[in-house]
């Protein structure tokens, strides 16, 4: 008697929580703030790593397989923004992160990155502060 | 002396393999997110796995009797076979996780091919299983993954705030509201799970087995089961404090092994980062060498077959197939290129609810006097056994609404 209790209790479980997912369903608003977040921490986690960025301190393996990761980052998170149709209201601001992803794309494609040019390198990294920063006055938008 | 030795040996692999991918990667992001404040769940999580390790430790030796004999005696064959196939599905995406998660550290390493990489490693640990014994097996991957070590002095040489770090061991009230208090919710049933991680305990129960211990090394199955735990615990909540001196404010979401790894050796330099590449590269490798042999022992000691890494393998043929089969299979599932990470969370979340059915027979077993005669569970061990069951149940039932309503802890 108590395992089919049991049993009852697990079935009606696994048949409601998916109910849950009912009142997670992002608007497209939504969405779009999710991605915003995805930019910023992209740009930021590229900031961070170019501060990092020396012969002293990471192996140019580490380096290039890195700077792939953070370009195929990029690409996915282009993709899923040009996806995206966004509602009128948000209109500006989805192009806002279009623009933005891009010129991150655009700057973590330089070959630079894995050189040890390291004048090229610091005015990378101020690029890569810029668009950190639009991003930050997007997100704040939202 | 020797005994001596025997237990800090002991200490130092159960110490050594107590960090695996999960923890690494939910732990980084909880700190992320929250910053110190779900060190709690950390501290519960550290006190749920010393009581469900050392009682498991306990009754195999006394009641010769191992998890899942146990599970089917307790729950009955249906049930129990339920629990079984459960139990080896997370296992065998856990071990897919980790395959990949080793391929991408050794990528980091190396720069070869990460699809090579992930090859090469499932045959070299599919090797070292099938010539080496349970104890060899048991120490090299638990003392080499001692290197993660580095991201404890990476925690502690960036000066972390010790007054806010004592305060967290207590939960915060009042939660935050919105989407952020289920998140927060979401990460600290997340660290929970990832400390109680059921494969873990599995393997040290038959490896009781496998490695003959009486009653008179309970002692050492008590010191190993909380010293071990205890020191994996500071481990862990060392990546969660690199999470919130690091990410937290700079809006990260480590949402890759790489970063993780970077935050390991920041504060120092190139060969800090090779010590923490080759330290995930261990500890992930003893997880996947963990999940494959727990898939087997689960299968064999609930079949009643005859099971062990210190058999012949002609002995234990079920045994053997089983936890190569595992590692195909995980192969597989881990060369299709699905994100190791996505694994992680999924084998989490669903072994949080697979728990309850394993421990609760456990915790039977342990406080049953016929079966355990003088060693049975003390009352407290009764008291805080019981509180642990209660709440695993709890999360349990959370566990997945949460990780639909959060889209698997993604912040919005």
């Given at each position: 008697?108590r395992?089919?209790?049991?049993?009852?209790?697990l079935?009606?479980?696994?048949?409601?929580?998916?109910?849950?997912?009912?009142s997670?369903?992002?608007?497209?608003?939504?969405?779009?703030?999710?991605?915003?977040?995805?930019?910023?921490?992209?740009?930021?986690?590229?900031?961070?790593?170019?501060?990092y960025?020396?012969?002293?301190?990471?192996?140019?393996?580490?380096?290039?397989?890195?700077?792939?990761?953070l370009?195929?980052?990029?690409?996915?998170?282009?993709?899923?923004?040009?996806?995206?149709?966004?509602?009128?209201?948000?209109?500006?601001?989805?192009?806002?992160?279009?623009?933005?992803?891009?010129?991150?794309?655009?700057?973590?494609?330089?070959?630079?990155?894995?050189?040890e040019?390291?004048?090229?390198?610091?005015?990378?990294?101020?690029?890569?502060?810029?668009?950190?920063a639009?991003?930050?006055?997007?997100?704040?938008?939202? | 002396?020797?005994?001596?030795?025997?237990?800090?040996?002991?200490?130092?692999?159960?110490?050594?393999?107590?960090?695996?991918?999960?923890?690494?990667?939910?732990?980084?992001?909880?700190?992320?997110?929250?910053?110190?404040s779900?060190?709690?769940?950390l501290?519960?999580?550290?006190v749920?796995i010393?009581?469900?390790?050392?009682?498991?430790?306990?009754?195999?030796v006394?009641?010769?009797?191992?998890?899942?004999?146990?599970?089917?005696?307790?729950?009955?064959?249906?049930?129990?076979?339920?629990?079984?196939v459960?139990?080896?599905?997370?296992?065998?995406?856990?071990?897919?996780?980790?395959l990949?998660?080793?391929?991408?550290?050794?990528?980091?390493?190396?720069?070869?091919?990460?699809?090579?990489?992930?090859?090469?490693?499932?045959?070299?640990?599919?090797?070292?299983?099938?010539?080496?014994?349970?104890?060899?097996?048991?120490?090299?991957?638990?003392?080499?993954?001692?290197?993660?070590?580095?991201?404890?002095?990476?925690?502690?040489?960036?000066?972390?705030?010790?007054?806010?770090?004592?305060?967290?061991?207590?939960?915060?009230?009042?939660?935050?509201?919105?989407?952020?208090?289920?998140?927060?919710?979401?990460?600290?049933?997340?660290?929970?799970?990832?400390?109680?991680?059921a494969?873990?305990?599995?393997?040290?129960?038959?490896?009781?087995?496998?490695?003959?211990?009486?009653?008179?090394?309970?002692?050492?199955?008590?010191?190993?089961?909380?010293?071990?735990?205890?020191?994996?615990a500071?481990?862990?909540?060392a990546?969660?404090?690199?999470?919130?001196?690091?990410?937290?404010p700079?809006?990260?979401?480590?949402?890759?092994?790489?970063?993780?790894?970077?935050?390991?050796?920041?504060?120092?330099?190139?060969?800090?980062?090779?010590?923490?590449?080759?330290?995930?590269?261990?500890?992930?490798?003893?997880?996947?060498?963990?999940t494959?042999?727990?898939?087997a022992?689960?299968?064999?000691?609930?079949?009643?077959?005859?099971?062990?890494?210190?058999?012949?393998?002609?002995?234990?043929?079920?045994?053997?197939?089983?936890?190569?089969?595992?590692?195909?299979?995980?192969?597989?599932?881990?060369?299709?290129?699905?994100?190791?990470?996505?694994?992680?969370?999924?084998?989490?979340?669903?072994?949080?609810?697979?728990?309850?059915?394993?421990?609760?027979?456990?915790?039977?077993?342990?406080?049953?006097?016929?079966?355990?005669?003088?060693?049975?569970?003390?009352?407290?061990?009764?008291?805080v056994?019981?509180?642990?069951?209660?709440?695993?149940?709890i999360?349990?039932?959370?566990?997945?609404p949460?990780?639909?309503?959060?889209?698997?802890?993604q912040?919005?």
């Open positions: 008697m395992k089919h209790v049991l049993l009852g209790f079935a009606s479980y696994f048949l409601t929580v998916p109910l849950a997912g009912c997670g369903t992002s608007s497209n608003e939504g969405k779009l703030r999710s991605e915003v977040r995805t930019a910023l921490s992209l740009a930021a986690e590229s900031k961070l790593f170019l501060d960025l020396s012969p002293e301190h990471v192996t140019e393996s580490f380096t290039t397989a890195y700077v792939r990761y370009q195929q980052q990029t690409d996915d998170l282009m993709a899923r923004l040009n996806r995206m149709k966004g509602p009128t209201s948000s209109q500006e601001n989805l192009a806002e992160c279009i623009k933005q992803t891009e010129a991150l794309r655009s700057v973590l494609s330089s070959p630079v990155l894995i050189s040019d390291h004048a090229r390198l610091i005015s990378i990294r101020g690029r890569v502060a810029e668009i950190e639009n991003l930050k006055t997007l997100a704040k938008l939202q | 002396m020797r005994k001596l030795l025997g237990i800090t040996l002991g200490i130092m692999t159960a110490l050594g393999g107590f960090v695996d991918f999960g923890q690494i990667v939910f732990t980084m992001q909880a700190g992320a997110l929250f910053g110190f779900l060190l709690w769940a501290a519960l999580g550290t749920a010393i009581v469900y390790m050392e009682m498991c430790g306990r009754v195999a006394v009641a010769h009797e191992p998890i899942f004999s146990i599970v089917r005696a307790k729950l009955g064959h249906r049930l129990g076979l339920g629990m079984l459960a139990s080896n599905l997370l296992n065998l995406i856990t071990c897919a996780a980790e990949g998660g080793i391929s991408i550290a050794l990528h980091l390493l190396t720069g070869w091919s990460e699809k090579i990489l992930l090859l090469a490693t499932t045959l070299a640990l599919g090797l070292i299983i099938f010539l080496l014994n349970f104890q060899w097996i048991e120490r090299i991957f638990g003392l080499s993954g001692l290197l993660m070590i580095v991201f404890a002095v990476s925690a502690v040489s960036l000066k972390p705030d010790w007054g806010s770090i004592g305060k967290a061991l207590l939960p915060r009230v009042p939660l935050p509201q919105g989407h952020s208090g289920l998140l927060y919710a979401y990460f600290a049933v997340g660290i929970f799970s990832a400390l109680l991680m494969y873990e305990v599995h393997f040290y129960s038959s490896g009781a087995i496998e490695e003959d211990w009486t009653t008179r090394d309970l002692g050492e199955n008590f010191i190993v089961a909380s010293l071990g735990s205890t020191l994996g500071v481990l862990t909540a990546l969660l404090v690199l999470g919130g001196i690091i990410f937290l700079r809006a990260i979401f480590p949402d890759s092994l790489g970063i993780t790894i970077l935050a390991g050796a920041l504060p120092f330099g190139r060969k800090a980062l090779i010590l923490a590449l080759l330290g995930v590269t261990a500890t992930l490798s003893g997880a996947a060498i963990e494959a042999l727990s898939g022992y689960n299968l064999c000691q609930f079949l009643n077959l005859a099971w062990g890494k210190n058999l012949p393998p002609k002995k234990a043929s079920v045994f053997t197939a089983t936890w190569i089969s595992m590692f195909v299979i995980a192969l597989i599932i881990a060369g299709t290129g699905v994100d190791p990470l996505q694994l992680v969370n999924i084998s989490i979340i669903f072994g949080m609810v697979v728990l309850p059915f394993t421990y609760y027979p456990i915790l039977r077993v342990g406080a049953d006097k016929r079966m355990m005669g003088r060693h049975v569970n003390s009352r407290v061990v009764t008291i056994g019981s509180a642990v069951l209660v709440l695993i149940v999360a349990a039932a959370a566990a997945i949460l990780m639909i309503v959060t889209n698997f802890g912040p919005s």
